[in-house]
């Protein structure tokens, strides 16, 4: 059974960097991908970067181009997501999500095994 655990939330003040890793246990076959997506109250949520498990190409959304970026570890057990020159607005849950599916890594059903979300916070 595929598990999912982030860490490295927490609180920082606008302008400032956070990184927030997910580490990935239990799968025995090779990854499709991995995104990030993130919620705040009232809003849906939103993918703002993804990472192509076995060429290791990422790509962000709009919202966070220039400032976000996502990375794995060599073994790929890892992934990490970077986010620098925080605003206010990037206040949200962040999560972490898999797919083992060759060719899905679009919309949130795509992916079948989320992370248990770690919250960001960011103070003006």
């Known amino acids: 059974q595929v598990q999912l655990a982030e860490s490295g939330g927490g609180s920082v003040q606008a302008g400032g960097s956070l990184t927030i890793s997910c580490e990935a246990s239990?799968?025995?076959?090779?990854?499709?991908?991995v995104a990030w997506f993130r919620q705040s109250p009232g809003k849906e949520r939103e993918k703002v970067a993804w990472?192509?498990?076995?060429?290791?190409?990422?790509y962000e959304t709009d919202s966070v181009k220039g400032r976000f970026s996502t990375n794995q570890s060599d073994d790929k057990n890892k992934v990490y997501l970077k986010m620098d020159n925080l605003r206010p607005e990037d206040t949200a849950v962040y999560y972490c999500?898999?797919?083992?599916?060759?060719?899905?890594?679009?919309?949130?059903?795509?992916?079948?095994?989320w992370g248990q979300g770690t919250q960001v916070t960011v103070s003006s």
């Open positions: 239990g799968s025995t076959i090779e990854r499709w991908c």
């Open positions: 999500a898999a797919s083992y599916r060759r060719g899905f890594c679009d919309t949130e059903k795509d992916f079948d095994y």
């Open positions: 990472i192509y498990s076995k060429s290791g190409r990422w």
